[in-house]
């Protein structure tokens, strides 16, 4: 089994800052990547930043220079720093990770249950 907690969602006012967290847990063997996507009301899924466990990054287009994704490797934990929040970063934000298992074959993407930003006055 392998678990993805996410913690730090909440309401903001726009130009405020928000840090979401995501701890992967069980029987992991390897983490590859580690990322957060996000929902908006009424549209698709969307991959917000990832992580690779070299330290390579990725950000679309819409975050660059307002988000940072970090991720301690230890701990198996990423974290999603959020500043200059606008309202359109409203969304459900979902934590990734491409992991293989202990005595599993092959990797596979896991998911957290989702926490809810809400960024409005």
């Known amino acids: 089994q392998v678990h993805l907690v996410e913690s730090g969602g909440g309401l903001v006012q726009p130009g405020g800052s928000l840090r979401l967290s995501c701890a992967a847990s069980g029987s992991i063997f390897s983490i590859y990547t580690m990322g957060w996507y996000r929902q908006p009301p009424g549209k698709q899924r969307e991959l917000v930043a990832r992580?690779?466990?070299?330290?390579?990054?990725y950000y679309a287009d819409s975050v660059k220079g307002r988000f940072t994704i970090s991720r301690d490797n230890p701990k198996n934990t990423v974290y999603l720093q959020m500043n200059s929040l606008k309202p359109e970063d409203t969304a459900v934000y979902y934590c990734?990770?491409?992991?293989?298992?202990?005595?599993?074959?092959?990797?596979?993407?896991?998911w957290g249950q989702g926490t809810q930003v809400t960024v409005s006055s």
């Open positions: 992580t690779t466990s070299g330290g390579s990054t």
């Open positions: 990734n990770a491409h992991l293989s298992r202990v005595g599993g074959q092959g990797s596979y993407d896991y």
